[in-house]
């Protein structure tokens, strides 16, 4: 028996040691560069693309049985479609390799794959193929299609007899990837990638260490450029298709086009599961800036993606990510006539610049036919536009070209905003329904805030119903139509300076020169009321009223939002208190209804008052009475009857 356990082990023993001799004499018994032009030439029966391997293929066999294959420089080509640009290129890759366990276990067990110097190129072209499309079956799909089915049909029989995948560790160092799409001047670079993995098996996790330089570029229109390290632990689940992210952290500074210098710091914490075609990343937390997200994000079905957002924000500036451009600023001047005329301060953008702007596309009508999605997003204060808005709600949903807003909610400057609409992308021109309500706004600080001066204030009811059509914001405002209602109590209009005006205006018809205030006076109101229609986007409106301690006013006009002028008429009526102070010199005025001009563009509006009709129905009373005494005392006839004719016939009806 001693005998035989004897000779057993010495047989073992006797296999083994052959085995590690062959196993070290295999460098010398194999050249692997001799097989150097049947690689090459199988890749193009294959592909149709040339494999150039200018560096030597070394084998070894390390002493713990290790087979390390080198490969030097290897570049393989792009598609026919692009003979000038190369596909992929390596400085070296080495892999590590256990034999044992393959030929024991029938695993493979790679105890390690290093990669250095690896560059891959993708290209869009003008015409809009790609250099990967005959690789995935968009380009030569007869070729490409008969190797990707034998390589599925091979690895379901190999990984059928492997025990399972086992990869010791990888290393790589300055990977580098380009994206160029020629039609939209679009360049992604992801530079200077280093990658760490930790031991990989399927079904556990295992540690990922990466760092690379991210940049994008519009054609020089727009850039963004971030430094980015993160780490996690990844499960792979391979024959189940189903991978876990645990503990993603992610730290990076963004640096760009209209970003705050120098840069804004990123730190994004979270957990994801892809598990087929389906992506859920819960928790998310996210750190930008002064911004923190919280929240849950959800994608199914990644080849026609179906997204589903809930987020939470403490506060988000999108002022601060803006290039800011200073607004026109009016400054009034008392012309001839007793008129005022606003005169512009002009900002630096010039009209074609403006008029560029206007024709722009607002919507994105091919993203919005694209998007499949709901979103319920929070925020606890956000600034736009100058804007600063609180507990912002905001509620949407879209698919196949449909959306919806229900609703937009806020606090606004002490009040209320809440909006409800729908856009309809399906057709060539987009239709869009929209409603609102302002209730209780202070317009004092809404002004101050959106354009630097309180042009307007008062606390401002408004609702809106609007439809239009258009892809522009021209098209948009020239297809508006719908109703609105305003009222505003306790306000003032800064440019509106109705008492300066009429003033101005008798001093220069009694020949007295006025004498010049320091400040400009706005007009008052109690209360200002006014409902209109809009039809292609001219509002108009006949029944303004206005009441204040010093006047009464009805008026009637139109707004004109696509040519950006306003044409209204109307009627002032002072009140009889008005010369208490015995500052206006307009107590003569108290009981005559005074016509009033408000006409001209946006930024040069004129005013002015009509008191020449005024002042000789005046004069025609005084000459009346004083004829009366001198023909009464004289004449039998009717003396009012002569009295009237004569003043016809000199001044007219």
């Keep these: 028996m001693n005998k035989t356990i004897k000779r057993l082990s010495v047989a073992i023993a006797a296999i083994v040691v052959l085995l590690i001799i062959a196993a070290l004499s295999l460098p010398l018994l194999i050249n692997p560069n001799n097989y150097k032009e049947t690689i090459t030439n199988l890749v193009r029966e294959k592909t149709g693309r040339t494999l150039s391997i200018p560096g030597d293929i070394k084998l070894h066999v390390s002493p713990s049985l290790n087979v390390v294959f080198s490969l030097g420089k290897v570049s393989l080509s792009s598609g026919r479609n692009f003979p000038d640009s190369p596909f992929i290129s390596s400085r070296q890759v080495e892999t590590q390799l256990a034999l044992w366990p393959l030929l024991t276990r029938k695993q493979l067990l790679i105890n390690h794959i290093t990669l250095e110097g690896v560059n891959v190129h993708l290209l ?29 049909k091979t690895g379901e029989k190999s990984g059928q007899g492997l025990a399972g995948l086992d990869v010791g560790g990888i290393d790589a160092t300055d990977i580098n990837v380009e994206y160029v799409d020629q039609q939209t001047a679009r360049t992604i670079k992801l530079n200077n990638l280093n990658l760490v993995v930790g031991r990989l098996r399927e ?81 998310l937390h996210l750190k930008i800036d002064d911004t923190i997200v919280d929240g849950t994000a959800t994608i199914r079905n990644l080849k026609n993606p179906s997204y589903n957002l809930a987020l939470q924000l403490n506060q988000l500036d999108l002022d601060r990510y803006r290039t800011k451009q200073p607004a026109a600023t009016p400054s009034n001047e008392i012309g001839p006539q007793g008129k005022t005329k606003q005169q512009p301060v002009l900002g630096p953008e010039k009209s074609e610049e403006r008029h560029k702007k206007q024709n722009n596309d607002l919507i994105p009508v091919q993203l919005l036919r694209s998007l499949n999605f709901t979103a319920d997003i929070r925020v606890d204060s956000l600034k736009a536009a100058g804007l600063t808005l609180s507990k912002v709600r905001l509620q949407a949903s879209g698919q196949d070209g449909r959306i919806r807003l229900d609703p937009l ?28 309500k302002l209730a209780g706004v202070r317009l004092g600080p809404l002004f101050r805030d959106m354009t630097g001066r309180e042009e307007i204030t008062g ?19 020239r297809h508006a139509d719908g109703t609105v209602s305003l009222t505003l109590a306790d306000g003032k209009i800064a440019r509106l300076q109705i008492l300066q005006t009429i003033r101005a205006a008798k001093a220069l018809i009694d020949k007295k020169t006025l004498v010049a205030e320091s400040s400009r006076q706005p007009t008052g109101f109690a209360r200002l009321t006014a409902t209109g229609v809009l039809t292609n986007g001219v509002f ?69 008052a009509a ?26 006839n009717d003396a009012g009857a002569l009295i009237d004719q004569g003043l016809k016939s000199l001044f007219g009806n």
């Design 203 to 283: 079904g556990r996790p295992f540690p990922v260490k990466a760092a690379f330089d991210l940049s994008m570029d519009e054609g020089g229109r727009q850039s963004l450029a971030a430094r980015i390290q993160a780490r996690t632990e990844l499960t792979l689940y391979l024959s189940q298709k189903h991978f876990v992210i645990d503990g993603l952290s992610l730290k990076g500074l963004l640096k760009g086009t209209g970003l705050p210098s120098p840069g804004l710091a990123l730190e994004l914490t979270a957990d994801a599961d892809l598990n087929r075609e389906d992506l859920t990343i819960k928790p």
């Design 124 to 152: 869009r072209n003008a015409r809009g193929l790609n250099n990967w499309d005959d690789l995935t079956g968009g380009g030569r799909a007869g070729a490409a299609e008969r190797p990707a089915a034998k390589m599925k």
């Design 611 to 636: 008191l020449e009709g005024i002042l000789i129905n005046e004069g025609k009373k005084a000459l009346i009475n004083v004829l009366q005494k001198q023909v009464g005392k004289n004449s039998k």
């Design 409 to 436: 909610a806020a606090g606004l400057y002490g009040g209320t905003l809440l909006l409800r609409g729908d856009i309809d992308a399906r057709p060539a021109v987009p239709q869009m329904h929209l409603t609102g």
């Design 459 to 477: 606390k401002a009811d408004i609702q809106a119903g609007i439809a239009t059509r258009g892809l522009t914001k021209k098209e948009l405002l």
């Design 540 to 608: 108009r409106n006949n029944d303004l009223r206005a009441e204040s301690e010093l006047m009464a006013v009805k008026g009637k006009g139109t707004v004109d939002l696509v040519n950006e002028r306003i044409d209204y008429l109307l009627t002032i009526y002072l009140t009889r208190g008005l010369d208490r102070d015995r500052k206006t010199g307009l107590v003569d005025l108290s009981k005559t209804p005074i016509p009033y001009r408000v006409k001209g563009s946006f930024t040069h509006i004129s005013q002015s």
